[in-house]
């Protein structure tokens, strides 16, 4: 395994790739779910390709308010991850050589990140497609591999990947969780043992919403509303931001479900905010 620490090599190694490339972005504090997409990206491209693998916490994806600096960084532990799985580069640029004091260009996206996530933490997903941009352009994947966890983020980046005509295919890899249902994230580490305990409320409504789904309710708005009691019974001391149903391409809230939708959930256990969704279709009746 090659670390690599500048954009520059990174280009100059890219340029002269002649094998298939997979390429799984992270921030580091890797977990269980990463090591599943690094798992799927050697099954996309076979014992002949390659895997990369980013670690890279972006500043422009944070706020103001938010947790940049204590954001979990450890290296020598995710490279050691990287080398059991089996990754070929690591990619670990600093902050200035990826995104230099006199930069004024940036990516946005203008239709699926201006609500849910976008909402809550501005300027969030501009930050998130720059990066990828970047990285795209400095990496030249053939694969892609997100986490269907950060369901917006992974309709987002499917949109600019499209859009600004990158010859990658963006792979959802599915969301990795705890014995009691919590999406993986490195987020995790900053619950306290009653918040941890709390946690597993987000993912038992979502699932109750998609049972409520499968057993026949099509109104949007009685689902959200018996989603909110559900969550407040379950975890009275945590606050929702957002429990939601939408189409699972466009993320429009409909006021009927069908087809395939999507269950979206968003809420802070302290100051740390989690998210978590599950997919549901809606047979033709």
């Known amino acids: 395994m090659k670390l690599v620490k500048s954009s520059a090599a990174m280009a100059r190694l890219s340029a002269k790739w ?4 997979a390429f799984v972005p992270t921030m580091g504090a890797l977990h269980a779910g990463h090591v599943s997409l690094i798992t799927l990206a050697r099954k996309k491209v076979g014992s002949t390709g390659l895997v990369v693998v980013s670690i890279f916490v972006n500043p422009l994806q944070f706020g103001p308010q938010e947790d940049l600096s204590r954001y979990p960084r450890p290296l020598a532990d995710d490279l050691r991850q990287c080398r059991s799985a089996g990754v070929d580069f690591v990619f670990h640029p600093s902050a200035p050589d990826m995104h230099p004091s006199a930069s004024s ?5 203008n239709a699926l990140a201006l609500g849910l996530c976008g909402a809550a933490r501005p300027g969030h997903f501009r930050g998130v497609c720059t990066v990828v941009t970047k990285l795209f352009h400095l990496v030249r994947p053939d694969f892609a591999l997100f986490g269907q966890k950060d369901y917006q983020q992974l309709a987002i980046i499917r949109r600019l990947a499209r859009e600004l005509n ?3 295919a963006v792979v959802a890899g599915p969301t990795q969780r705890e ?3 919590l ?3 490195s987020r995790n580490a900053y619950l306290t043992v009653e918040q941890r305990r709390a946690a597993g409320a987000l993912r038992q409504t979502l699932l109750r919403g998609a049972a409520l789904i499968r057993t026949g309710e099509r109104s949007a708005a009685r689902i959200e509303t018996r989603l909110r009691k559900l ?3 379950l975890a009275p001391n945590a606050r929702i931001d957002y429990l939601t ?3 699972s391409i466009n993320l429009q ?3 009927r479900v069908g087809g395939r939708v999507v269950l979206l959930g968003a809420a802070y256990f302290g100051a740390t905010r989690l998210i978590d969704n599950e997919v549901v279709t809606v047979p033709n009746s």
Do not use: I
């Not at 002649?18 to 490339?21: A, C, K, P, Y």
């Open 166 to 168: 990158f010859p990658v």
């Open 179 to 181: 014995r009691d249902g």
């Open 231 to 233: 969550f407040h019974a």
């Open 253 to 255: 809230r409909r006021h």
């Open 105 to 109: 260009v940036v990516v946005d996206e």
């Open 183 to 185: 999406a993986m994230s």
């Open 245 to 247: 149903v939408v189409d």
């Open 18 to 21: 002649d094998r298939r490339v």
